[in-house]
């Protein structure tokens, strides 16, 4: 039953039910409606999705480095946060990747994060110094997809070894002989 027939459905009932009565008929129906409430997690093609846009189009691994970890893929690419470690939740890290961090060499893959003040209440001109270009702007569901992949692969997930490079991968790769067995 969906989230939205259920409420409607709770609702109805409510109406029916006498004051006294209502307080144990909604803890009743929130204990139903909890489980399907919960976020899912996201598919497996939406995670492939997500990696490719970490991979490719939005060229994150040159600066946080393929496995995420900060170790940079070019030498001229600024110093970056080890995603593994990381401690922003989801709505901040969709926020950074929308966004940017100014003052840093992170950069807004929203295509229009200053021009009308929905980050951080600034516009181009309240930067201090002009944010770096990105490699590509980004949609909103494309920084979605690419957040679903960071919190199922990536964030949380400590150092990188072995047998989390094989996961990461899907398979072991050329990468993953670097780490011991």
């Known amino acids: 039953m969906s989230m939205a027939l259920q409420l409607t459905a709770v609702a109805i009932v409510l109406l029916a039910i006498p004051a006294n009565g209502a307080r144990l008929f909604l803890s009743a129906a929130a204990a139903v409606a909890a489980p399907t409430a919960q976020a899912q997690a996201p598919d497996k093609a939406d995670v492939a999705e997500g990696m490719r846009l970490y991979l490719q189009k939005g060229d994150c691994q040159a600066c946080h480095g393929w496995a995420a970890d900060g170790r940079k893929m070019d030498s001229q690419m600024p110093d970056s946060a080890n995603l593994r470690e990381t401690r922003l939740d989801r709505a901040r890290l969709i926020s950074t990747i929308k966004c940017g961090r100014p003052g840093t060499g992170m ?24 944010m770096p270009d990105p490699p590509a702007t980004l949609q909103p569901r494309e920084i979605e997809l690419l957040t679903d992949f960071l919190f199922q692969k990536v964030v949380g997930k400590g150092p990188m070894d072995r047998a989390k490079c094989i996961e990461y991968w899907g398979s072991e790769v050329e990468a993953c002989r670097e780490f011991p067995k």
Not at 112 to 120: E, H, V, W
């Open 107 to 130: 950069p807004a893959f929203d295509k229009f994060a200053y021009s009308d003040g929905r980050c951080y209440g600034m516009k181009q001109a309240d930067l201090k110094s002009p």
